[in-house]
């Protein structure tokens, strides 16, 4: 598990895959494996998880090069590599947003990952504001124009 | 000898654009998380003119988002609203009052961000998520980098009616325009990507808004970024050529510089004491070479004879301290008026300055009590002449004398070892750390300025306090070492200070305990691997030395403790040490506390960083004086230095 963002997901997939039996190591450039989940309360708990599941944290390392059987790791901060075994490697890293549709007709009210993947919270906000927008007029729902922060928000 | 004669460059005033400042020294631009709401305060008003009133020579403010869009912290100025306009003239006019030209930075942090307290999509040139913040960004459309543009000029605007003497504009360390100049964070194909001409365009766009919002009668600065640092980021080649660029226009009065990026690379650009002065020189020197416009040089510059060497060898024209005048606002005045010396000279400890800011609080000072509490007077004085005994010579007792002796009183402090400095001179004898010391060096050098009578050597008991019929006791007796519940009484489990300190000397295989997660334990390991011990720092937490993340000692310790073989195991809580039969040394039951298991580790010698105990037998004895008695520092609660002088200062202005 290559795991750069620190989230939900990357210890998810660590815990699944050892679950059904995989040898799992999670790799993250950070000290600990799911910093992000600090905010969630999750971060100790999900660490003595993966500990627990036998899952290797391969920790303030990035992933170099994937080949046949291995994969190689590097210290982020001294740069010393290192080759561990590897059958296969889950990217689990941040995501692009998928502009076709919305590129075929640039101005098109949007929300959520596709004007820029991140989590449901923001999907579901910009949702709102989305159809809240329909039939006020034109302009950009995901934030409009002259708005101010200081002015609160929907 | 006159400040010209001792200072040749130092104190030479410099045109800039339309603006001339009397002298060579820049408060620059840095974070103070004073603003509420969005809006600059009173404190940001006191705050600059107590630098002013120490004759910096010119002050650039914290940045001043330029659009909703940017909101990465909670306390950022939100310059694109018309209401800012009031503080800004109450910052200007506090300091124009000092005859200082003050100037603000506006910037977009672009992809450096969160939409956290936004609540808006944070935008960059491309969807490449930073790697602190760790959110995609959205890649702004052509109308939105209209709409970026259009904001640095409204914010220059309302920078102009709000009485300020130029702006400069942060292309560098954390800001959009970083982002689109950048090969790693730029990868757009359109006009604003690819070669770097386009990817310098937007900044060619902000200089021609900025520039005519606020005319020809107000400066306008471009600070740039000179290595990020990062892979595939720009590099000196690049940021000559974009200062090359920006000169073209005909429209800038002059170039700021710095180096890395604030999210992935931070430590470079509010190094710590374990980097060297005057590191990012070289960015400024290059750019020199290359344009006809002045340049700010920057770099952990925290004395004048520093200062006055970078122009004096042709890096600069300008000199950034701004860490040097946090700590002692004064500095410009002390050096120009000969008394260097006096200078409270900054750390570089990044305790209460940058770790602060780290932690979301308003920007402090370790050992200037005062940065951050400008706008708040101090209690009257009392009448002077009160006779004051401290008790205790560490950075707490210090500041307490200090203080009260600034005051007017008649102070002596009692030290029972042959030099003042407690636990602060011990912690500075790790080669690393030796800066630390400058704490007690400065407090010590003003307790002599303002009369202190300093005995060192003396223990001072209750019958001696007593008989010198004081109006007021100050103790700053300290804290003592306590062995942790587990050790046994093994005399080869041992503490920290007890190595500092030089009573005993580990050799063989050490383990070190990490119970504090700051520079005790790491620093110690240091030490003890630099006299050929092998070591391991063991820590219960889930990472050793956890809190040298907040002051950017981090990356820089774990290239060190690399390349001397310092191994660190987390997780593990010691739950007993037994004597190792005939060699003499130790065997640890270690806890994994995450899985329950246990092992047994061997070794030769365990040092342990943990708690200490208040030294408070003085306080106890003295109670129910006729005099006032207070404590300050570790004798109340063992805790770190800032809380010594802190509580010290209380104590001394309270006489």
């Known amino acids: ?154 | 000898m006159s400040a010209p004669g001792r200072y040749r460059y130092l104190f030479s005033p410099l045109r800039v654009g339309p603006i001339v400042v009397r002298n060579r020294i820049v408060f620059a631009a840095h974070l103070t998380n004073y603003a509420q709401d969005g809006l600059p305060t009173a404190q940001h008003a006191a705050y600059y003119a107590a630098r002013a009133a120490g004759g910096t020579g010119l002050i650039i403010t914290e940045e001043h988002s330029t659009h909703p869009t940017d909101w990465p912290y909670e306390k950022l100025i939100h310059g694109f609203h018309p209401a800012v306009i009031p503080g800004y003239r109450r910052i200007t006019d506090a300091v124009h009052a000092h005859d200082v030209p003050i100037f603000a930075q506006l910037n977009h942090n672009g992809g450096q961000a969160s939409s956290m307290f936004s609540r808006l999509p944070v935008w960059a040139p491309s969807a490449v998520p930073d790697p602190m913040f760790r959110e995609v960004p959205k890649a702004v459309e052509l109308h939105e980098i209209a709409e970026i543009v259009a904001g640095y000029g409204t914010v220059a605007w309302h920078c102009a009616e709000g009485g300020f003497d130029g702006v400069e504009l942060q292309c560098s360390h954390s800001s959009i325009v970083r982002g689109f100049l950048s090969p790693a964070t730029n990868l757009r194909t359109d006009a604003y990507g690819g070669p770097l001409p386009n990817r310098a365009r937007i900044v060619m766009e902000i200089i021609d808004a900025v520039r005519e919002a606020i005319g020809p009668g107000r400066a306008l600065g471009v600070r740039i970024c000179g290595d990020e640092l990062i892979e595939g980021g720009s590099t000196l080649d690049e940021a000559v050529e974009v200062a090359r660029l920006v000169a073209a226009t005909g429209k800038v009065d002059y170039i700021n510089t710095s180096i890395g990026v604030a999210t992935a690379t931070l430590f470079m650009i509010e190094a710590s004491m374990t980097i060297p002065p005057g590191y990012a020189l070289f960015i400024a020197n290059a750019i020199r070479r290359a344009v006809p416009l002045p340049v700010v040089g920057v770099g952990r510059i925290k004395d004048p004879v520093q200062a006055e060497r970078a122009l004096a060898e042709g890096h600069c024209d300008l000199v950034g301290v701004v860490r040097g005048q946090i700590a002692d606002p004064d500095f410009a005045a002390k050096a120009r008026a000969g008394f260097a010396t006096h200078i409270r000279t900054c750390l570089s400890c990044n305790q209460e300055c940058v770790g602060r800011m780290g932690l979301n609080r308003w920007l402090g000072c370790i050992e200037n009590p005062r940065t951050g509490r400008e706008a708040q007077s101090l209690p009257a004085p009392a009448a002077p002449g009160k006779r004051v005994i401290v008790v205790g010579g560490g950075p707490g007792g210090l500041q307490a004398a200090a203080a009260a002796a600034q005051r007017g009183h008649r102070v002596t402090l009692y030290e029972r070892q042959a030099r003042t400095g407690g636990q602060v001179a011990a912690a500075a004898s790790v080669p690393s750390r030796a800066e630390f010391l400058d704490v007690v060096r400065n407090l010590l050098a003003e307790c002599q300025r303002y009369g202190v009578e300093i005995r060192t050597g003396v223990e001072a008991t209750p019958q001696m306090v007593r008989a010198a019929l004081p109006d007021a006791v100050v103790l700053a007796t300290g804290a003592r070492p306590q062995p942790p519940h587990w050790a046994g009484g093994h005399p080869r489990v041992v503490d920290v200070r007890d190595v500092l300190e030089g009573r005993l000397r580990p050799t063989g295989d050490v383990v070190v305990i990490d119970d504090l997660g700051f520079h005790q334990a790491t620093s110690t390991a240091e030490l003890l691997a630099d006299r050929d011990c092998a070591v391991e720092i063991i820590t219960a937490g889930m990472v050793v030395g956890q809190d040298l993340g907040i002051t950017l000692d981090m990356e820089t310790f774990n290239v060190r403790a690399h390349a001397k073989g310092i191994r660190q195991s987390t997780d593990l809580v010691v739950m007993a040490a037994a004597p190792d039969g005939e060699s003499g040394g130790v065997t640890l039951t270690l806890l994994h506390h995450p899985t329950g298991e246990q092992r047994e580790r061997r070794c030769d010698w365990v040092v342990c960083a943990t708690h200490q105990a208040p030294e408070d037998s003085l306080w106890h004895e003295l109670a129910g004086s006729a005099f006032t008695v207070d404590r300050v520092g570790d004798c109340l609660a063992p805790r770190r230095a800032h809380a010594a002088v802190a509580e010290g200062h209380r104590a001394g202005v309270a006489v």
Do not use: F, K
């Open chain 1, 1 to 154: 598990m290559y795991d750069p963002v620190g989230g939900p997901v990357g210890v998810g997939v660590a815990e699944l895959l050892a679950a059904v039996g995989w040898a799992t190591s999670i790799v993250t450039q950070d000290q600990v494996a799911g910093t992000q989940l600090a905010r969630t309360g999750d971060l100790a708990d999900a660490n003595t998880r993966l500990l627990r599941a036998s899952v290797t944290r391969e920790l303030r390392s990035l992933l170099r090069e994937v080949g046949a059987g291995h994969a190689v790791l590097e210290d982020r901060w001294t740069g010393e590599q290192r080759t561990v075994d590897c059958a296969l490697a889950v990217h689990c890293g941040h995501r692009l947003p998928d502009e076709a549709l919305y590129l075929s007709r640039p101005g098109t009210p949007r929300a959520g990952d596709c004007v820029a993947p991140r989590t449901v919270h923001e999907a579901v906000l910009e949702g709102r504001r989305v159809a809240m927008a329909v039939g006020a007029g034109p302009g950009r729902p995901v934030m409009a124009a002259g708005q101010s922060v200081l002015a609160g928000r929907i």
